[in-house]
């Protein structure tokens, strides 16, 4: 069964940038909208943006402005780009991909640590 790999994670500066990315291991067909969560330690899982295969972006309040998705369709590949790290952005993040039968993959987790 094919699975997500999310390299691109590390340690960063408050202020800096870092850019995750994200492929399937194997073939996966049909796939609608790409995105990007994060979970914190001791809370919920949340959504950071999506794009959907037309690529139309929606991203939580709290990266507006700062983070950039995209996705490169052909390769299924979904990119997300951090500028102006804060260090409430520290989490890990996990890439989501959704086929248009609603079936989901994900990808491992992957941390991103901002530092002062």
């Known amino acids: 069964q094919a699975q997500l790999v999310e390299p691109g994670g590390g340690l960063v500066q408050a202020g800096g940038s870092l850019r995750l990315s994200c492929a399937p291991s194997g073939r996966i067909s049909g796939i609608n909208v790409m995105g990007w969560f994060r979970q914190a330690p001791g809370k919920q899982r949340d959504l950071v943006a999506k794009?959907?295969?037309?690529?139309?972006?929606t991203y939580a309040e709290s990266v507006k402005g700062r983070f950039t998705i995209s996705r490169d369709g052909s390769k299924n590949i979904v990119y997300l780009q951090m500028d102006s790290l804060k260090l409430e952005d520290t989490a890990v993040y996990y890439c989501?991909?959704?086929?248009?039968?609603?079936?989901?993959?994900w990808g491992q987790g992957t941390q991103v640590t901002v530092s002062s």
């Open positions: 794009i959907s295969s037309g690529g139309t972006a």
């Open positions: 989501n991909m959704e086929t248009i039968w609603s079936r989901s993959y």
